[in-house]
């Protein structure tokens, strides 16, 4: 279990886009607003509410701003009308890509989703083209040095399918959307310190990409990521090693 988490490289692009702080805010006030839309305006009562609230309170949003973004979904405020819309396609070297989207204007979105894929050598595809190459997966990383020992067991017996030891000193979790929740919930009781915790679109299976693609592919993952009404983006690519060393 131990060696590099294989999450990390899906989760590429998280460090360059957390440094984005707008376009971070945006993201998670948007995703505060559905989940309290869908789900209501009570975090215990909203197990995708107090994930987002999570989130937002890592990213040192305020509370004022969290408050104000709940009651927006739960219609306390008048706001935007947002619906959530999926997009899937191939890039270049074939790799499968969805795009989550919250959007109050489904055909600028459509049309901004399909800019990006034709710009950069791939193709917007139809629903249900790539997303069998994936599952909903919870995933939790918690730092290692606060007893690897106890968090494998707390884990394990809260549901956990599968348990990482990571090479930077991290533990990632991964379990069923339905036993996240339960997972999170007795790490905090048990005074664990969780680094991130979501549910994600995980890919069953990664392609191994040449140098030249996965350039290609990650200058598309970054326009893709940049649009406005991206909320996440989730490949199958596996880079090729060194490829960081030539963004810069």
């Not at 701003?65 to 306390?76: N, P």
């Not at 204007?105 to 894929?117: D, G, K, L, S, Y």
């Not at 494998?152 to 348990?163: K, N, Q, R, V």
């Not at 326009?223 to 199958?236: G, K, P």
């Amino acid at each position: 279990m131990a060696g590099h988490s294989k999450w990390a490289n899906i989760k590429h692009r998280k460090g360059r886009q957390d440094a984005k702080r707008g376009k971070v805010f945006s993201v998670l006030i948007r995703e505060l607003t559905v989940a309290a839309k869908l789900g209501g305006g009570v975090t215990d009562d909203n197990p995708r509410l107090r994930t987002a609230v999570d989130k937002a309170l890592a990213a040192n949003m305020t509370k004022d701003t969290i408050e104000r973004a709940i009651q927006r979904g739960a219609g306390g405020l008048e706001g935007e009308n947002l619906e959530e819309v999926s997009f899937e396609g191939y890039g270049p070297g074939g790799i499968a890509i969805i795009v989550e989207s919250m959007t109050d204007n489904n055909n600028r979105t459509v049309a901004e989703v399909r800019h990006a894929f034709t710009k950069s050598g791939g193709n917007l595809g139809t629903n249900g083209s790539v997303s069998y190459l994936f599952e909903k997966k919870g995933i939790i990383t918690a730092s290692s040095n606060q007893d690897a020992d106890n968090i494998m067991e707390l884990s394990i017996e809260s549901g956990a399918e599968d348990i990482e030891l990571n090479d930077d000193e991290t533990v990632t979790i991964s379990s069923s959307p339905e036993d996240f929740e339960n997972i999170k919930n007795l790490l905090i009781e048990n005074e664990i310190k969780i680094d991130d915790s979501e549910v994600s679109l995980i890919p069953e299976t990664t392609i191994q990409a040449d140098l030249d693609t996965s350039l290609k592919v990650f200058k598309l993952l970054e326009m893709l990521e940049d649009l406005d009404d991206t909320q996440n983006v989730t490949s199958n690519i596996e880079f090729a090693e060194g490829m960081l060393d030539q963004l810069d």
